[in-house]
Every structure is written in C-alpha cells, then in structure tokens.
C-alpha cells in the first residue's frame, strides 16, 4: 500500500516535471503560451494585487504575465494547473536574470477540512511553484516559501467559485 | 450595524432565549451567548433560588443565576422560572420539600453570599431533594469579591456532580480565535474566556493569522502559532503575565503545538525548507527537538494520550489523511488506527484515554465524530456541513468545537454521545478553534 503511493506520488511528480520541461521548451515564444484564465482575474480582483499592505513587499516586474502573481491549483491537488503554467514560466526567465531579486511563494487552501492538515496542503503548493522555479534556473536563495493554509482566503464564501480563487499560491516580490 | 442595533439585536436574542434578566446585569461579559440547541429528552425539572445577597461586596452578581446557566448549559436540566415560585428560601431549614415537589421539581436548590473577615466570600448552596425532602447537601466555595463568578460555577460543578455523579466543568476556561473583517484585509484575536463565554480577555491580536491554541496542563500558558512576522512562529504565553516566548521560528512551517501530559515538552510539526512536514517533540526548557515522525506525506495535529504513552496525529501517507498511533520511546511504525471515510484528520484524546474525537468527511460534509479506542466504533455527533476543531471538556462529558451558521464560524458544545447540543455566538465577527483548558485550582 505504501509503495503504490510512492508510486503515484512519483508518477505525478514526473508529469509536473514534464509539463515544465513541455513548457521550457516554448519559453522562448511567449504568444504561443494560452491565454490566462478570463474568469478569474474578474472573480479575485482583490486578491490580484497580493499583500498590498505588505511592508516587507514590493511591487516587483510588470508585463503581461509578470503582473500575474497567482498560480491556482485544483481541488487536493498541489499540481500547477495548466492555465497557470505560463505565470509561473515567465517570472522563472524573470528571476533568473535577476538573481538579486528575492520573492515569497505563500501557499493557501480552501476553507474544507482541518485547519493544520491545510497548513500542509498550502506548503504542499507553495513547494510545487518552487520546484518549478527552480528546475527553470531561479536560484534557492532567491526563494522563501510560507503556508497560510485556509487562514488568509483571497475571497470570502463557501461556495465551489470562492474555494478556487483561494486554492493558490501567490508570488510576492520582496524589498 | 452601528453599536445600538447591535446591542438591540443582542437584548433581543438574549430575550427570546430566556436569559433576559441577564441583560442588564451583565452585558459587559455577554460576547459569548449560549443555546441549548438540542438537550436530554427528559431533563431534570430544578428550581434555583435567588440567593441571599452580600450587598455591596458581590458587586450586584446574580450568584443564582450564573449557578441557574451553567446547569441549563448542560442540557440536563430544566429550570423553573422564578416568576412561578412561590417564595423565596435562603436555607434548607426553610425549604418546605413537599410544596415544592407539589410545583413538580425534583430538586431545590437555595444559597446565601456568605462576606468573611479577609474580604471574601463564601458562596453557599444547599441542595433538597424535594422528592424525598432528606439529606440535603451543602456545596461551599470561598473566593476573593472580585472573583465571585468562580464561585458560583464551583457551586455548579458540586451540584452536577451530587445529582448526576460526573464532575461538573463549568468552573474552566476556552481559548478561542476571532476573526473580524473581510479578505483579504482580516484581523485575527485569540481570547481566553470562562467556559459559559463570560469574562473575555484579550491574549493577543493580529493582523496576521493567529491559529491552533493549546492550553499548558496546569493551565497558566497558551501556546498558538502566529504569523505575526509573515512567517509562522510557534509562541507560548503565560497567561497571567502575557510573558510571551517564541519557542520555534525554523525554516518552513512551525505549527500544531501541542502540550505534553507533563507541561515539560510540545508535540509539533515543523517542515524545514523543503516542505515535507513531520511531528517534533520539543524540550521547553532545554530546546533540545527530536523527531518523531519520518515521511513523505503530511504528518500533523499531533496529541498526546493522557499518561504520555503515544502521540496520535493526521498523516496522508496513505493517500488520504488518516488518524495514526505512534507508541512513543519505540521502534515501531505509527500504526493506522482510522478506517470508516476517506477523512479523518485533528484528533484529540478524552481525558480518560478512552475516545477519540476527530473531524471526518462523512456524506460530503466535515463533521465531529468519536472513534472507541478499544473497538474502533465511530460515532458522528454534529450534524452541520463544515465543522472542526473538536477538544473534549476535562470531565470528559462534552466537546467544543467550530462549526458554521449562515456563512459564520461559531462554537458549538455536544455531549459525547450526541443527544446534547449548544451554540455559543459571538456578538461580531467569526470565532474558531475553540480549545478547553483543563480543571481549575
């Protein structure tokens, strides 16, 4: 039993793997990329401007996909979606040519289940993105990762739409 | 809503649920209100007496009535409402049994405020069968003025115990988390309060999220995470003093602390910077930390058994969270011990190392539910759509945990085999993680 959830776990640690290398390889023709999500930029305007009363951040690159520092994820799953692959690759290229720049990968959960259980689930997510920024030439010292699990919703509710607009992980450029 | 329709609403909720005299004697402590959503179907019909006074030195305390809420609280009792009393006893040498029990009560219960030379007061209660009218028992308790409040839940706690034979519990506090305002821009406050939700205090505020209190075994500290510097951090803070000690700010997570039986360690989970999350003990004074657990998965919410035997804890080794054993000073694997669902996650054990209550997905919702340890039968108790945090009181007869009315967190109370069931609202914002301290000096 244990050793099939070794398995699966290293089967889906292989198929993010892939889908970075996958999207690697078109990094360097952006317009190809998919369009972001419509429905989420209008669902969490709030929350697309991250830690806006962060002292600690700042406001970090701006661009098309730079200017997008939220990665959603699917229910019980810490796999980057699809549409939030592009996000995640264009700050990976940023980063990299600036290795003086540090950020905070802050992961959340949606409101179901035990508080400390998704305390796991949002590092879970958070450990994701950074696998990810760090298979794509961002260093280890650049990146810091938290877990604010349910605690910090992006949007109030209990409904399907609320908990995917606070399944995530936000990119926070730090000072 | 602005403060006078608040406090309308609250008069009027107060009013409708029968503690209307309370209103203006305490508004002060009432941030807390308690329904008794569902109690025993044949509770126990009592009368409580007003109490003889100690004017001025009880500063105006409804003594009978604090002792009258905690007994209703417990959903086993039924009280009469003074207005059908017929007269007004201090003593049981004034009670007349036989007219009392003609007004269908079984017990009487009569008291008097007792000022002794140092200042104090004794809080006397005398309790007469009215059924029998024999043997009547006399609950004291001497507290300073000021603390006369302590008194009269003591008091309940006597009178439960001589009538229902378990140790009463209303003389204990709950630590709780409160939430106001709306994301993403919240303010998080954890409070300590007396277990009816009067006398509130403060313990410390944030607007970073606060979460998972733990009260110390003796009951003098609190330890919680704080994300107060962005980053999680586990504190323990005596309560008395507000001395406040960060006790774990390590890479990564520093979460689920939990007291060991002794008050000498904390169970907790921590990550490091990879992000794989495993139960710690740390040495409070020493900080020397040893690891408990080794896996891929997530392992957390650990708690001790009562004698300090072995840890429980959620882990998702197996592909789902589920309640594991770990026999401490062993060699052993942490053994499974949760089978029914797909969900079972944040155990915490009775106080007799006996039960187990958890949060389990049972029919698409969170619910509350108790696992028997010697045979593993599960028993759901609540009944609602998103619950959590269960902690059982220290007489082990009920739990109190978080639940959800109309979109807003609020505490609940049920006895442990379900018939009973309370709600404590809060006057504003949203209250979570409750968490019930041990038994009282």
Not at chain 2, 186 to 209: C, F, H, I, T
Request: aromatic share 6%.
């Amino acid at each position: 039993m244990i050793k099939g959830v070794h398995m699966k776990k290293f089967v889906s640690i292989a198929l993010v793997l892939g889908s970075i290398v996958l999207l690697a390889s078109c990094g360097t023709k952006p317009e190809e990329q998919p369009p972001p999500p419509p429905a989420q930029t209008t669902d969490t305007s709030a929350a697309d401007t991250p830690s806006a009363t962060d002292e600690t951040a700042t406001q970090g690159p701006s661009g098309e996909l730079l200017s997008k520092r939220i990665v959603y994820f699917d229910y019980d799953s810490a796999e980057i979606r699809a549409d939030s692959q592009s996000v995640v690759a264009a700050h990976a290229r940023y980063l990299a040519t600036a290795p003086a720049q540090k950020v905070r990968l802050e992961g959340h959960a949606d409101e179901r289940g035990s508080r400390e259980y998704n305390i796991g689930l949002g590092e879970r997510r958070g450990q994701s993105v950074r696998r990810a920024l760090l298979l794509q030439g961002v260093a280890e010292v650049q990146l810091t990762t938290v877990s604010y699990g349910e605690e910090r919703p992006a949007v109030a509710g209990s409904d399907e739409q609320a908990y995917a607009a606070n399944r995530r992980v936000e990119i926070v450029y730090l000072k | 809503m602005n403060p006078r329709m608040k406090k309308l609403r609250t008069c009027l909720i107060l009013a409708t649920i029968g503690f209307a005299n309370s209103v203006l004697v305490t508004p002060a402590f009432a941030q807390l209100r308690l329904t008794i959503t569902s109690g025993v179907t044949d509770p126990i019909p009592i009368a409580i007496v007003p109490f003889a006074k100690a004017v001025p030195v009880d500063g105006g305390l409804d003594v009978a009535q604090v002792v009258e809420r905690d007994l209703q609280s417990s959903g086993r009792f039924k009280a009469m409402a003074r207005t059908d009393m017929v007269n007004t006893p201090t003593s049981a040498t004034e009670v007349d049994a036989a007219a009392w029990k003609q007004l269908r009560v079984d017990y009487v219960v009569v008291g008097r405020l007792v000022p002794l030379p140092d200042g104090q007061i004794r809080v006397e209660a005398d309790l007469v069968n009215a059924l029998t009218g024999l043997n009547p028992f006399t609950a004291k308790s001497t507290v300073p003025a000021a603390n006369l409040r302590k008194g009269a839940h003591r008091v309940a706690d006597m009178l439960y115990e001589k009538i229902i034979g378990v140790r009463g519990a209303f003389d204990t506090r709950i630590a709780y988390v409160s939430v106001d305002g709306k994301p993403p821009t919240q303010q998080y406050e954890l409070y300590v309060a007396d277990s009816d939700g009067a006398n509130r205090k403060v313990v410390m505020r944030s607007k970073l999220p606060i979460m998972s209190p733990a009260w110390s075994p003796d009951g003098e500290w609190l330890a919680y995470v704080s994300f107060e510097r962005r980053v999680s951090t586990v504190f323990v803070q005596q309560l008395r003093t507000a001395k406040k000690i960060a006790v774990s700010a390590r890479a990564g997570i520093n979460g689920a602390p939990v007291y060991s039986p002794d008050g000498k360690k904390l169970a907790l989970t921590l990550s490091g910077s990879n992000g794989n999350l495993d139960v710690y003990l740390l040495d409070l004074s020493t900080q020397q930390l040893s690891r408990l657990t080794e896996d891929q998965g997530i392992d957390t919410e650990a708690v001790f058994a009562p004698d300090g035997s072995a840890l429980y804890f959620t882990s998702d080794r197996s592909g789902s969270p589920q309640v594991y054993r770990l026999t401490l000073g062993s060699s052993e694997r942490p053994r499974r011990i949760t089978f029914s669902g797909s969900y079972n996650a944040r155990p915490r054990v009775s106080p007799d190392g006996k039960q187990l209550a958890l949060l389990t997905l049972v029919d698409g919702s969170y619910r509350i539910a108790v696992q028997d340890l010697s045979n593993g039968t599960v028993t759901v108790l609540s009944k609602g759509r998103q619950e959590e945090s269960p902690s059982f009181a220290p007489n082990g007869a009920m739990l109190i945990f978080a639940g959800r009315d109309r979109g807003q967190g609020v505490l609940q109370t049920v006895s442990v085999d379900g018939q009973i069931q309370a709600r404590l609202d809060a006057d504003a914002g949203e209250v979570r993680e409750p968490v019930w301290g041990p038994f009282q000096p």
